[in-house]
């Protein structure tokens, strides 16, 4: 495949190493300095990039005719408005806020986790992300992938950032250590004992992996699709 990388950074480069390893070939690298650019000349395009882009980067995708796969996260509020677009346009989409097949089992988890807790009032939910210091949102895109895991299962509402008073919300710790690159945990605490889930990822190459895996999928599909239809889980 010929691929667009929307976004040069440490995911952009990562997913380099990859698709190189697979065979594909790496057509476009656009980053904060590139001015214009043809997306048609490329098979399938991924974006990495920063929330203030994505959506202009994917809807020009959708445009041109361009399959596209996303993981930027921090842009998701116009999630509904790209899927409108991609659906006029006829075009293809995966966005994902975690592309790692060890955390879409643990968004599985946590789900099937949500579902037991839901009754135990004596619980109180917490969540805990642990991300380098160079991230620009918080909290990250797969720690509201969790906590809307929890919202589906239970009488939990929304979340909030560090703490809340309110029962119907779900409080996320969100904290910012050097190097790290990506740690997420969902704990349930009462008097009694405490009961944690935890995923931690050792480096970026689950998400680089799954994100090529996923542009592999996605050529010559139509569709709005998620990492489930990808993994089938
Ligand atoms: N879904 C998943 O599995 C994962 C998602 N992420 C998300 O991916 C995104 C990127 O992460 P990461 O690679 O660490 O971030 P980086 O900051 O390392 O990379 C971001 C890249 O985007 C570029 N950029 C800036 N403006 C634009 C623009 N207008 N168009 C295209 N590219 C632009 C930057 O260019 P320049 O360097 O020149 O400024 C840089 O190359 C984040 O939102 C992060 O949360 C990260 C890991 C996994
Ligand atoms: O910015 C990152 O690095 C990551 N972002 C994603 C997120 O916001 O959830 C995924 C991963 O945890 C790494």
């Not at 990388?5 to 476009?28: F, S």
């Not at 509201?144 to 008073?165: F, M, R, Y």
Request: proline share 3%; net charge negative.
């Amino acid at each position: 495949m010929k691929i667009a990388l929307l976004g040069y950074g440490r995911m952009g480069k990562a997913i380099e190493k990859i698709a190189v390893e697979r065979g594909h070939k790496i057509v476009l690298k656009i980053d904060v300095n590139t001015q214009e650019y043809d997306i048609s000349i490329a098979d399938v395009a991924i974006d990495f990039s920063i929330p203030n882009s994505a959506f202009d980067n994917i809807t020009n995708c959708f445009k041109n005719n361009v399959p596209v796969v996303s993981g930027t996260t921090g842009w998701l509020d116009k999630y509904g408005e790209a899927v409108e677009i991609c659906k006029k346009e006829n075009g293809a989409f995966i966005s994902a806020t975690n592309f790692s097949l060890g955390v879409n089992i643990f968004f599985e988890l946590n789900e099937q986790l949500a579902k037991m807790m839901s009754n135990l009032s004596d619980y109180n939910i917490t969540m805990e992300e642990i991300h380098h210091t160079q991230k620009l949102d918080a909290p990250s895109g797969t720690a509201i992938t969790l906590a809307e895991g929890v919202i589906k299962h239970t009488l939990k509402e929304n979340w909030a950032l560090d703490v809340t008073n309110s029962n119907l919300e779900i409080p996320i710790v969100a904290k910012r250590i050097p190097e790290v690159p990506g740690t997420h945990s969902v704990s349930y605490s009462s008097s009694i004992d405490d009961i944690e889930i935890k995923h931690t990822a050792h480096n970026r190459k689950g998400f680089a992996l799954g994100a090529v895996v996923a542009a592999e999928w996605l050529i010559g599909k139509n569709g709005v699709f998620s990492m489930k239809d990808v993994l089938g889980i």
